[in-house]
């Protein structure tokens, strides 16, 4: 039998390691014990998920069924961005109909710069849908709708973490509880043993810590955040709202019985008034919630045999990107590459690369909003109309095409690969194409449709 992977943090995050390290591990003799402790911080009450989410309940083999009605979620097919009078849409699928058609990007901008006032959701199957309400789960025959359509979901925190505890219960995790833990170390600096507070000791093999909160002298920043619960139900909108602000961004996810906003400010200097008034403004809510948290720096998560999964991802999670998606790939990265020893340097270093690889991709994205030129992707973009192959899939191809060109970045250069290709017949193969877009968005099922004929299968 192997030493215990013991896993401690809390909510959502501490669930969601829990139950792919079970899932994959417990098959192999490796016993999983999770050690609930206090929140520091106060979980979200809603959450944002990419593709990634779908991709990990078939893993786990957890019914979509199960967590549409636990979580009382929706479908989201990408996010609707509002800067000023301007709005497009960023969809986590591609755009066309083949995703491997590299010149067909170029061809949309190539048609932007001579008709402006054209758009280049019109050739996104999943914008065109978001926009009419529709949402369908791709037939498994059309695996290139299904990349078109790639979704995410909004999710209620509490209710998806009670799930998923459900799930890691039935697998056999051993849950243990306690209000502070000490961590002893051996000579070598491995961790031996956890010490709980009625005085027990538990061996570890492993410790797995999903925790986000950074003692005092590794937090890099103070943020303010800001959250509303709204009763409005928008089940016609299978997507997110993301608005500009005079500080930041605010973002708006939909779920089965009202909404969620959250913003957050990392400028000390913002007057807290000023922004209470304006996101007043902006969405008509009165009663919002707001309380500050330390962002981590989280670049070297894996230290022997204490892997820091919690602040690595709680260096990237915000209102714009979700660390639980950062959390699930520092997991399953860890998975992929576990020795048989706990201490493995060579591995560690080299897993380490990875989450710096990832970390800097998101990153790059974030910044993006703030400072389009200020970045290499960019600038690339600016220059040449492409996006920077990336080494990870922290961020979709559709959602870096669709924010940099709705940021208004237009390339200098006119691309080569369109260069035999002349503007009459660039603008027929379009035109052929959104009309093939159009009509499958029009056979498509609203979403409402779909998440009732998936809440009736799962009473069924």
């Known amino acids: 039998m192997q030493q215990p992977l013991v896993l401690i943090g809390h909510g959502l995050w501490l669930q969601m390691a829990t139950a792919i390290v079970a899932k994959h591990l417990q098959p192999f003799g490796y016993p999983c014990i999770a050690l609930e402790l206090p929140a520091r911080v106060k979980e979200p009450a809603a959450v944002a998920c990419g593709p990634e989410l779908a991709t990990l309940c078939q893993m786990l083999g957890l019914p979509l069924q199960l967590v549409l009605a636990k979580a009382q979620a929706t479908f989201s097919l990408g996010s609707q961005y509002q800067s000023g009078a301007n709005r497009w849409f960023v969809p986590f699928g591609h755009y066309g109909l083949n995703g491997s058609a590299v010149e067909f990007e170029q061809a949309i901008l190539q048609l932007l710069q001579q008709e402006p006032d054209s758009k280049a959701e019109l050739f996104s199957i999943a914008a065109q849908a978001a926009h009419q309400g529709k949402f369908a789960l791709a037939p498994a025959n059309r695996p290139d709708l299904a990349e078109a359509l790639s979704y995410g979901m909004h999710l209620q925190t509490a209710e998806f973490a009670a799930c998923l505890k459900h799930y890691n219960q039935q697998l ?4 243990l509880s306690s209000q502070i833990v000490e961590i002893n170390y051996s000579v070598q600096g491995q961790i ?5 507070d009625n005085g027990a000791a538990i061996a570890v093999g492993y410790c797995l810590d999903c925790r986000a909160e950074p003692t005092a002298d590794e937090a890099s920043r103070t943020v303010q955040l800001f959250s509303a619960q709204d009763t409005t139900v928008l089940l016609q909108q299978p997507y997110s709202s993301v608005i500009q602000t005079s500080w930041g961004w605010l973002v708006r996810l939909p779920l089965q019985q009202g909404s969620h906003w959250f913003s957050q400010c990392t400028d000390p200097a913002v007057d807290l008034p000023q922004i209470r008034h304006e996101l007043q403004q902006l969405t008509g809510q009165t009663d919002w919630q707001s309380y500050t948290k330390q962002q981590p720096t989280g670049s070297q998560p894996w230290q ?3 892997l820091r999964f919690g602040q ?4 990237l999670d915000c209102p714009l990107y979700n660390g639980l998606t950062a959390l699930q790939y520092l997991v399953i990265r860890w998975l992929d590459l576990l020795p048989n020893q706990s201490s493995c340097p060579a591995t560690a270093l080299m897993y380490n690369q990875h989450w710096q690889q990832y970390q800097s991709e998101v990153q790059d994205f974030l910044h993006l909003h703030q400072q389009p030129l200020a970045t290499k992707t960019g600038q690339a973009f600016a220059r040449l109309g492409r996006v920077l192959t990336t080494e990870t899939d922290a961020i979709k191809a559709g959602q870096w095409f669709g924010l940099m060109q709705g940021l208004g970045l237009t390339p200098e250069l006119r691309s080569m690969l369109l ?3 002349t503007e009459t017949e660039i603008q027929q193969g379009l035109r052929q194409i959104q009309q093939q877009i159009a009509r499958l968005v029009a056979a498509m099922p609203s979403q409402i ?9 799962l009473s069924h």
């Open 419 to 421: 260069a035999n290709r």
């Open 449 to 457: 449709d779909t998440l009732n004929r998936c809440l009736q299968q």
């Open 312 to 315: 690595a991802a709680a260096a």
């Open 172 to 175: 056999g995790v051993t849950f």
């Open 192 to 196: 031996s043993s956890l010490q709980l």
């Open 304 to 306: 022997h045999n204490h």
